[in-house]
């Protein structure tokens, strides 16, 4: 008789802590000077690790991804690390030197002398992710094809043949080159810009969504030819250009406080999800309010993350998205299963979606905590968070850590805001203790916990 083992692993990144003893040792540096003339002297690259001022989460999460004994040997082999903050004059210095703007959170490897070699805006706990960055930039570090061509490029060399390179040469190692493209462009015919050929080329650079490059792409073929093309590319291809155009355009959003350009990205985001409305209804709203949270558009924020939270969040029973999150599990390992003696064993990786609505729902809460003291709305966050944590112990994919302290802590202070001080004293208490039993760090709730007590908060 067979007989079903399922083997799951299950990676839920929300609000858990770190195993701290396998994590990138990062160093300490008095200064921007002093960081430089040790890469320079001990020949290495440096990790730039920047903590989100406005997320834990997203530096919880960060935490998580960089806690690898393979990526710690690698990293300490290879790089000097260092964590900053947003205010720190060496990150400041790093702008600076590179002419960026608006860069929020995530990380950066730059060369001996300061320049950036890769970089990314966002964070995961995925240690893969960590390993592969560092691979790319120590293979840039060692190019000097891209060194010598950019070297002609400043020199004065603006022939069509050189931008060409250039630009295939940055593709290689996802380094942004659409600026170069605008260059190019003008370079061209109309018969060489009408080619199938160029369509490709202009299609491949991921170029943002108010480029001129892609409005040329746009007029000059039709919608059939230029999504018949994209679907040429594999799926991983086409996720991958997909997310070069919305990080591309959120970097100019972000630098020009462009709320029209934001809309236009969380329309496109919505568009090219192919898990169905809900699903990219969801990573819209939710990317829309990361920008206005990013750009301190609160009238933007709160207005649009109530619409979020009424209408879609809190749409639908926690019993429902507990048989969808249970749906959609067992669809998974249904097609991961492999028979080995006689036996139907499942290995694979899930990633919940839908306690990403407890997620949405205590962050949305937490930022009306900060950002307003009307009293309608500090209720309707009452709301959101209650839900958030019923949402979370019901999907949970581990029972022995179902209650989250994190929620229970936003809770409290939405309580302590409204004037249920006693009420918000014992949900702080019982977030404290939570943290304690999963043997995790309790000091910031404490501190809170104690303002509280004191009147203070």
């Known amino acids: 008789m067979k007989h079903s083992v399922f083997y799951i692993v299950l990676l839920c990144t929300f609000f ?29 690259l440096i990790f730039v690790q920047v903590n989100a001022a406005s997320c834990n989460q997203c530096n919880e999460v960060a935490q998580k991804g960089l806690s690898s004994t393979l990526l710690k040997e690698k990293y300490a082999l290879n790089v000097i690390a260092v964590s900053v903050k947003q205010e720190d004059e060496i990150f400041k ?100 810009l009408s080619t199938i050929e160029m369509a490709k080329f202009l299609t491949e650079q991921a170029l943002p969504l108010n480029n001129i490059g892609r409005k040329l792409l746009l007029n000059l073929f039709s919608k059939k030819t230029v999504d018949s093309l994209f679907f040429t590319y594999s799926l991983k291809e086409r996720v991958n250009i997909n997310n070069k155009i919305i990080q591309s355009t959120n970097t100019i959003a972000m630098k020009n406080k462009d709320k029209a350009l934001a809309y236009q990205i969380g329309g496109f985001i919505e568009n090219v999800n192919t898990a169905g409305f809900e699903k990219g209804s969801f990573k ?37 998205l507990k048989k969808r999150e249970d749906k959609e599990r067992n669809a998974i390992l249904e097609t991961k299963k492999k028979e080995q003696n006689g036996i139907a064993v499942v290995s694979t990786t899930y990633t919940p979606f839908y306690i990403g609505y407890a997620r949405q729902l205590n962050n949305v809460a937490f930022s ?74 309790s000091s910031s709730l404490e501190k809170t916990l104690d303002k509280m007590k004191r009147g203070v908060l």
């Open 93 to 192: 210095k790093i702008l600076e030197k590179n002419q960026l703007n608006n860069f929020s959170m995530g990380s950066f490897f730059l060369d001996a002398d300061g320049f950036v070699l890769r970089k990314v805006n966002s964070t995961t706990s995925d240690p893969a992710f960590y390993l592969e960055l560092a691979d790319k930039a120590i293979e840039l570090s060692k190019n000097n094809t891209l060194k010598e061509l950019e070297l002609k490029y400043k020199k004065g060399d603006r022939s069509k043949e050189l931008l060409r390179k250039i630009i295939e040469e940055r593709n290689k190692f996802d380094i942004e080159a659409y600026e170069l493209v605008d260059e190019y462009l003008q370079m061209q015919t109309l018969a060489e």
């Open 368 to 441: 009306y905590y900060k950002y307003t003291n009307n009293s309608e709305n500090l209720l309707n966050a009452l709301r959101w968070s209650k839900r958030s944590m019923e949402i979370y112990e019901a999907l949970s994919p581990d029972v022995n850590h179902q209650q989250n302290p994190m929620m229970m802590d936003t809770y409290a202070c939405l309580l302590y805001k409204t004037g249920k001080k006693e009420e918000a004293i014992q949900w702080e208490t019982n977030a404290v203790e939570t943290l304690k039993k999963y043997g995790e760090e």
């Open 284 to 320: 819209r709203y939710t990317y829309q309010l990361s920008f206005f949270e990013a750009i301190k558009d609160t009238t933007a924020y709160l207005r649009d993350s109530q619409a979020f939270c009424d209408y879609l969040l809190m749409n639908v029973s926690v019993d429902n």
């Open 16 to 44: 858990t802590l770190s195993n701290l003893c396998a994590q990138v040792q990062f160093d300490n540096f008095p200064s921007y000077e002093k960081l430089i003339s040790k890469a320079q002297k001990d020949k290495k």
